[in-house]
């Protein structure tokens, strides 16, 4: 089944709708001229019904009514002819010989005349009539007057003005319609042009960009997010071929190096103790990349989404200081100062597993990060969003653009990647993909030279 | 299960089942004879024919005499008839545990430190102490294998589930909360840290 068609759809919109005011418009003509003829009729009724009341005069209690049927042969003729009828107090004192004998109606208005053809009725009453003598007050007496006729004179004018408005309405909409399929095949042209460019495109080649038809406010815009989407896309795509390459190159220095130890152990005979150094050398190069593997796990675990570890309530002054230790020492080494001001008390509803797994590896960094001899330092607030934790340290080096890309798996400030051993670049990225799962978010800033991980969670807590 | 305190990898694939059971040194496995890819029987025969000594509880709705006699004599420890209480599978899983580090009694004591698996309550000098399922499940591990210098590894291998993201710092972590809980100035040490390879849980000296 074909789909829905755009252009057909505005085509069809586009002639119904011109189709519909042409119709409204007739009708509304029609109709004014309709009523501007049969007013005009209905007044020319009238006039002739003033006119017969003219021939009335009274005198000493009675009428006379001076009507020459010659003068009036539009009430005489057999063919097509006029009526009229007068009532005196609702008493028939006179009628047009085309009535037969008939009465008519006493209401204005649309009637179907003796012999059968639509036609108008004008009726006039009045006390007002000539008289002989001055009288006392008006004549006690009411005089009414109908005149009738076909209505002729409106419906033929009327039905060639239908006639032509009819076909002009049709000539009008037939041309629009042509006019409007050309005007929306040509507005849609630049929408075609787009689908042919974007099925130039696939997952290896996102380049050139859709060409920028800002010119059209519409598809401008739309072109602008499609681009910026192939710009989220290319960057994407770029990132996982540097994730493939970071990988090789991370894993390679150290996989030659334990090769290396267990080619060299094999080369010959060796003593027991031999051996045991160099096994012990190499599970010291092997527990790094353990460690690299098995954050790389977590972070493909933690984007397949989904925890099974229960909420618990966490007393978070405890957690940092737990987490805080196994670093320790390396601290010590370094000459670090760790201060420790998250209010006593403060707990959390949260995952533990990974909170813990958060500070440590917000802790790890840290400590390998921060100048010799510098200071890291653990705050915590609660305000009406939920938690914010911060954990900074000083020596930081890294400039705004930098920073954006902490979080980056295998990013680490030091360009030449020289301070390698157990730092791969991905505890940062652990850190902002859990805080992700928990309904939180991880931050990075510098300040003062300091650098500072903002972590906030929900008030609600994840 | 997890509710009380294991730690439990799962799957309903034979094929699936026979690799974890092969790549991980598990406490227990529980096997469902009736399995899609290949049946509980070739997994308990490949797995002894390996030379396996997992601990093995058959779980099935097979509950003829001959099923029963067949599957402990492949080599199953013991062998469980659905439908089934599920205190009554917690308490054989439980013997199994037993067994396997050679502990017979269900309470576990250590100096002054008692552990009753049963209840999966813990007291030190009598006063109870109250543990998290995670925290339960390390110092229950420890106490399995008192004595013994145990690695994070083998820790992280007994209390977390094989797709949990792993990490040295955890067991770390939860060592120190352990600490906190059962240990104080009138509670000599019991966790001694063994530096380069692991923990153990042992009596004062």
Known sequence: MRPPSLRRRLILGVGAALIGVVVAFSATVLTVAHRSLTSGLDRSLEAKARALIGLFT??????????????????????????????????????????????????????????????????????????????????????????????????????????????????????????????????????????????????????PRLPDLVALEETGALVGKLNDFLDRLAAVRGRERAFSSDVAHELRSPLAALYATIEGALTRERSAEDYAAALEEAERLARPLISMVDMLLGIARLERGGSAEPLESIDLTELVEACWQSHAEEAERRALSFVNVVPAGLSIKSRPDMLILVFSNAFKNAVAYADQGGDLRAEARVDGEGLVLRLSNSGCRLNDEELALVFESFWRGDKARTRAGENFGLGLALVRKIMDQLGGRARAKGEDGRFILELSLPAGGA | MREAGFSVDATGD????????????????????????????????????????????????????????????????????????????????????????????????????EIDTARQRVTRAGEAIELTAREYALLHYLALRRGEVVSRSEIWEHIYEFDSSASSNVVDVYISFLRKKTEGPDRPRLIRTHRGRGYSLEAPE
């Open chain 1, 58 to 207: 009274y005198d000493d209690d009675t009428f006379e009514f001076e009507y020459v049927p010659a003068l009036s042969p539009e009430f005489q003729r057999d063919e097509a002819p006029q009526y009229f009828q007068v009532w005196i107090n609702n008493r028939c004192v006179a009628r047009s010989r085309s009535l037969a004998g008939g009465d008519l109606p006493r209401s204005d208005g649309a009637l179907e005349l003796p012999d059968g053809r639509p036609g108008r009725l004008r009726v006039v009453s009045t006390n007002r009539v000539r008289v002989d003598h001055e009288a006392d007050g008006p004549p006690p007496f009411k005089l009414t007057v109908a005149v009738a006729r076909d209505d002729g004179p409106i419906a033929e004018p009327f039905q060639r003005l239908a006639a032509l408005i009819l076909f002009a309405g049709l000539a009008f909409a037939a041309l629009s319609t042509l006019l409007a399929a050309a005007v929306v095949r040509r507005g849609l042209a630049p929408l075609q042009r787009l689908g042919k460019d974007i099925e130039k495109l696939s997952a290896d080649a996102l380049e």
């Open chain 2, 14 to 113: 034979g094929e699936e089942g026979l690799w974890y059971a092969r790549s991980n040194d598990f406490d227990v496995v529980i096997l469902d004879l009736m399995l899609p890819g290949i049946d509980g029987w070739t997994i308990l025969e490949r797995l002894r024919g390996e030379g396996s000594e997992v601990p093995i509880l058959i779980l099935t709705a097979k509950g003829a005499v001959e099923d029963r006699v067949r599957g402990l004599d492949l080599g199953a420890d013991d062998y469980l008839t659905k439908p089934f209480a599920l205190d009554e599978l917690l308490a054989r899983l439980r013997v199994l545990l037993r067994r396997r580090y050679k502990v017979r009694n269900p309470t576990i004591a250590v100096a002054d430190l």
